[in-house]
T-cell receptor, first 113, second 112 residues
């Protein structure tokens, strides 16, 4: 049962343009949503998070949007830079219980010069 | 401030041997989580520990896997009698409070 889904395995974007990564979830108990970036042979690096009481959170070039009614969130990166090329994971967590992170399968973002 | 440390970074074991993976959380972090990533998949939760306590092990296989986080020293993930299907990247994360977790570089286990 995949509670967090990233339906696009890969995405290619031109440098300087906007990158939009999407994520859907099924569990309405999730309170927080996080995005992580991962380079090969390294651990995931935390990028940005959003609470379920908000619909937008912004940090520099990164903005996360949350649509609770659609159970959908997206990460916008603008402008995209070559160093942004990595695998991006969406994760969700519920404040009750173990507080574990439930991850999507990841989207490989490639920024083309 | 050092990040989450994991060692070894790479571990090769033959079928039937034991694997021990170590994780030192970030300074001041009292919550430790272990995740496993199979090739081309996302990370899957295994276990959540605080000092001397297992809080949630719902993601741990029922046999051969165990974890601890002693009062002193690193957290240990132990896999007994490894099989080829245990080959994966194992990541440790630590946190001070819900929800943000900070990950280590991972241990890549290869079972021959």
């Amino acid at each position: 049962d995949q509670q967090v889904k990233q339906n696009s395995p890969s995405l290619s974007v031109q440098e300087g343009r906007i990158s939009i990564l999407n994520c859907d979830y099924t569990n309405s108990m999730f309170d927080y949503f996080l995005w992580y970036k991962k380079y090969p042979a390294e651990g995931p690096t935390f990028l940005i998070s959003i609470s379920s009481i908000k619909d937008k959170n912004e940090d520099g070039r990164f903005t996360v949007f949350l649509n609770k009614s659609a159970k959908h969130l997206s990460l916008h990166i603008v402008p995209s830079q070559p160093g942004d090329s990595a695998v991006y994971f969406c994760a969700a967590s519920a404040d009750q219980g173990a507080q574990k992170l439930v991850f999507g399968q990841g989207t490989r973002l490639t920024i083309n010069p | 401030n050092a990040g989450v440390m994991q060692n070894p970074r790479h571990l090769v074991r033959r079928r039937g041997q034991e694997a021990r993976l170590r994780c030192s959380p970030m300074k001041g972090h009292s919550h430790v989580y272990w995740y496993r990533q199979l090739p081309e998949e996302g990370l899957k939760f295994m276990v959540y520990l605080q000092k001397e306590n297992i809080i949630d092990e719902s993601g741990m296989p029922k046999e051969r896997f165990s974890a601890e986080f002693p009062k002193e020293g690193p957290s240990i993930l132990r896999i007994q009698q490894v099989v080829r299907g245990d080959s994966a990247a194992y990541f440790c994360a630590s946190s001070t409070s819900f929800p943000t977790q900070y990950f280590g570089p991972g241990t890549r286990l290869t079972v021959l």
